[in-house]
């Protein structure tokens, strides 16, 4: 492959990511609170770039309808659910059976016993 082809290849790649990329973070953002499920942080106005779509199999392609492999996740904890399972094994990183640990945490958990329904 020369330059040229190498280079037409590489910008439908990033063309291609960028879409598929805009369509389902737009859908996340639709159906999830604009919180960190790993932190906790609220955001909202330009700090929603910080605000990112984690899938929680690793499969940028599984993007069901109703956003069950997504979590929002900051910048900063994205990163760090990443960078933890790819030192998993490598003797820091602890391998990871079952859910992530970022899955683990909902901070609407106890909003229900928050609520009570009105009387009648």
């Not at 990033?14 to 953002?29: D, S």
């Not at 955001?43 to 899938?55: A, E, I, P, R």
């Not at 690793?58 to 659910?81: K, Q, V």
Request: aromatic fraction near 4%.
């Amino acid at each position: 492959m020369d330059a040229a082809q190498r280079e037409r290849v590489l910008a439908e790649l990033h063309r291609e990511t960028a879409a598929r990329m805009k369509g389902y973070r737009e859908r996340a953002l639709k159906l999830l609170p604009h919180v960190c499920a790993s932190c906790g942080r609220e955001f909202s106005g330009v700090k929603m770039k910080q605000l990112t779509v984690h899938h929680k199999d690793h499969n940028h392609d599984n993007n069901p309808p109703d956003g069950s492999n997504w979590e929002l996740l900051c910048i900063y904890c994205h990163d760090h659910e990443h960078e933890k399972n790819a030192m998993a094994g490598h003797g820091g990183g602890a391998t990871q059976d079952g859910p992530a640990p970022s899955t683990l945490f909902n901070p609407f958990d106890k909003l229900d016993g928050l609520i009570t329904p009105p009387e009648g």
